[in-house]
C-alpha cells in the first residue's frame, strides 16, 4: 500500500510540473480525453477508407494525469487513449502469454484432454487455427522468450513457446502474421482473451501508421516534435537515436527511435520504402511498441488500436482528423512491388552483362535460360518470399495430422521435420490417431 501511494504522489508531483509554465513553450495545455468505451460489435478496423486532407497540423494534445492500477504486486500504468474517429493505426506485433489450462478448458469441444507437451501444442495449433486461419507447422528447435521450446506458427507468421515459465504458453504473431491472418482475427483474439483463456496477458503489442507520400509522417517531422518537446507524455522527454545517413542520405533509409528498448512504451519512425530497397520511396511507418514491463495493456486495444496509438505521443493528435492508415491488402502489394522491382534491379546490375553477353553466344532463349537457371525450379529468392507468403502457402497444421492415420506415400510426402516431431507420439487409441507405418 505504501508503494502505491508513493506512486500516487509521484503521479501528483508529475502532474503540477506539466501544469507549471515553462518558457520553452506558451501552447496551452488540455486535460486528458476521457476513455471512450469500445464495443466488441464494433465495425471491423480493416474497412478503412483513403486518406483524408489534414486541416490542421499542430492540434497537440499535453496530458497532464496518469492513470496507475495495481498489477500482481506492482503499480503499473495504463496506455493513454484519445477517441479516434476513423482507424489511423494497426496491429503489427503481439505476443500474449496464457496458462496451459487455457487448453484444458478448450479441449472439451474434442473430449481429449490434453496430457503431454506435444498434446498442449496440438491443441494450441486447433485454437490458433479458428483464430488466425493458421496453426503450428513445424518445431522450430530452439529456446525462444525463455521458454524451453519453440514451434513456427504458420508460414513463418510468428511462433508458440513452451516449457517451463510457470506453466504459460506464449504466442508470438509477427508483422508478416499479422497481414496474412483471416480478416477478423483481432474480435476472435479479444474474445478468445476475454472469455476462454486462463491468466492471459498481453506483454507486448506493436501499432503501427504507414504514409505512403509522407503527406504527414516524415523522420525530419518526427524529430522536429521530440525537440519542440511534442515526444513526452510528463516532465521528462525520452531519449532518441538516429540510425541512417542523416546529413547525407544515401537512399538506403533513416530511422528515429524514441525512449529505451526496454521501457514499456518504444518509438521507430523509419523510411519503410527505402529499407525495402526503393531509394526513391516516400513510405514511411511510424511504430509504437507497448510492453508489459511497467503498464497494463488492455485487451480492446486489439479492437481499438488507433486510440492507443493516439494516445501514445502527444505529436499524433492530429492524425485523429479523418486521416487513415492504408489496408492490409494495400501495404502487401506495395512491399510486393518494391521487392520485385528492386530484385531486377540487383540482377540487372550485378549480372546484366553475363545475361547479355550469353544471350547472344547462346542464341537460343530456352537454352541460354536453362543454362543460368537455379537448379531448383521451385527456389525462391529470401527478398520476395515474404511477399508471396499467405493462408495457402502454409503448410498443413500438425494438429490435422490427428485427425487421420498417415501410411506409405502419405508419411513419405510429409516433411522430415514434421514426420520427425510426429515419430515421438504414443500410437493413440479411442478415436485418436497417431504416425503409423
Excluded at 135 to 157: C, I, R
Amino acid at each position: 500500500m505504501a508503494k502505491f501511494k508513493n506512486a500516487i504522489s509521484d503521479a501528483k508531483e508529475n502532474e503540477e510540473a506539466t501544469t507549471r509554465p515553462t518558457k520553452r513553450s506558451a501552447k496551452p495545455r488540455y486535460e486528458r480525453l476521457p476513455h471512450r468505451k469500445c464495443e466488441v460489435d464494433s465495425p471491423p478496423f480493416n474497412n478503412m477508407g483513403e486518406t483524408g486532407e489534414l486541416e490542421k497540423a499542430h492540434d497537440i494534445a499535453m496530458f497532464s494525469k496518469v492513470d496507475l492500477v495495481m498489477s500482481d504486486g506492482e503499480v503499473k500504468m495504463l496506455p493513454l487513449r484519445l477517441p479516434a474517429p476513423n482507424q489511423c493505426a494497426v496491429i503489427d506485433w503481439v505476443n500474449i502469454t496464457v496458462h496451459e489450462q487455457t487448453f484444458v478448458r478448450t479441449s472439451r469441444e474434442i473430449e481429449r484432454t490434453p496430457l503431454t507437451d506435444d498434446d498442449f501444442i496440438c491443441e494450441a495449433s486447433r485454437v490458433f487455427n479458428k483464430i488466425f486461419g493458421f496453426g503450428v507447422t513445424a518445431e522450430h528447435g530452439k529456446m525462444m522468450n525463455f521458454y524451453k521450446n519453440s514451434w513456427v506458427l504458420g508460414d513463418g507468421f510468428g511462433f508458440v513457446c513452451f516449457g517451463g515459465q510457470a506453466n504459460t504458453l506464449m504466442l508470438v504473431l509477427n508483422g508478416t502474421g499479422c497481414l496474412n491472418a483471416v480478416a477478423g482475427w483481432e474480435k476472435r483474439l479479444f474474445q478468445f482473451l476475454n472469455t476462454v483463456a486462463v491468466r492471459p496477458t498481453i506483454t507486448r503489442i506493436d501499432l503501427a501508421h504507414d504514409d505512403f507520400d509522407s503527406k504527414f509522417i516524415t523522420v525530419d517531422w518526427a524529430e522536429t516534435q521530440w525537440i519542440q518537446g511534442n515526444m513526452s507524455c510528463g516532465a521528462q522527454a525520452p531519449n532518441i537515436e538516429k540510425r541512417g545517413n542523416w546529413h547525407r542520405p544515401n537512399g538506403r533509409g533513416r530511422t528515429l527511435y524514441i525512449g529505451c528498448r526496454e521501457s514499456g512504451k518504444f518509438g521507430r519512425i523509419y523510411e519503410r520504402g527505402k529499407k525495402e530497397g526503393d531509394k526513391q520511396s516516400l513510405w514511411t511507418r511510424f511504430e509504437t511498441e507497448l510492453k508489459s514491463s511497467d503498464r497494463v495493456i488492455p485487451f480492446d486495444i486489439l479492437l481499438d488500436p488507433s486510440a492507443y496509438f493516439l494516445g501514445s505521443y502527444p505529436c499524433l493528435a492530429f492524425l485523429k482528423n479523418d486521416i487513415t492508415t492504408p489496408k492490409r491488402i494495400q501495404i502487401k502489394k506495395k512491399a510486393a512491388t518494391i521487392a520485385y522491382e528492386r530484385s531486377l534491379e540487383i540482377v540487372k546490375t550485378q549480372c546484366g552483362k553475363y545475361i547479355t553477353f550469353f544471350r547472344q553466344l547462346f542464341n537460343d532463349d530456352a537454352l541460354f535460360l536453362s543454362k543460368i537457371s537455379h537448379s531448383d525450379p521451385n527456389a525462391i529468392p529470401k527478398r520476395i518470399q515474404n511477399t508471396l507468403k499467405s493462408i495457402e502457402t502454409c503448410p498443413t497444421a500438425f494438429h490435422d495430422y490427428r485427425n487421420y492415420k498417415l501410411t506409405g506415400e502419405a508419411a513419405l510426402s510429409l516433411p522430415f521435420e514434421t514426420l520427425s516431431w510426429m515419430k515421438q507420439w504414443p500410437t493413440l487409441t479411442g478415436g485418436q490417431c497417431g504416425l503409423a507405418y
